[in-house]
């Protein structure tokens, strides 16, 4: 399994961006995939996640504000962030759990500032 995320940046409050995560080794139309993040010293929290039947679940710190979508077809997860806070600022992961077992990427840094 490898996963590899992509789109980060800086980017000023009130701004968007759009990450990517770039699935292989696995049957990714066949999985829950999520987005995680984690700020300086806080813990890895969800974000969002996206089952096969195409139900969604969001963290209310970002409900209205991001969407999850995937690609079944490009084995490609997305998550498009809008109006960006700086309580936004993270490394986001891209996640999936085969066979009982946890698979992040390396994370990309989502800095938003001013």
């Known amino acids: 399994v490898q996963l590899v995320e992509s789109g980060g940046g800086l980017v000023q409050p009130g701004g968007s961006l759009r990450l990517s995560c770039a699935a292989s080794?696995?049957?990714?139309?066949?999985?829950?995939m999520r987005w995680d993040r984690q700020a300086p010293g806080k813990e890895r929290e969800l974000v969002a996640m996206?089952?096969?039947?195409?139900?969604?679940i969001y963290a209310d710190s970002v409900k209205g504000r991001f969407t999850i979508s995937r690609d079944n077809a490009e084995n490609t997860l997305y998550l498009q962030m809008n109006s960006l806070t700086p309580e936004d600022t993270a490394v986001y992961y891209c996640?999936?759990?085969?066979?009982?077992?946890?698979?992040w990427g390396r994370g990309t840094q989502v800095t938003v500032s001013s």
């Open positions: 996640n999936v759990v085969v066979r009982s077992t946890n698979y």
């Open positions: 996206l089952r096969t039947s195409g139900s969604v």
């Open positions: 080794g696995f049957t990714f139309s066949s999985y829950t």
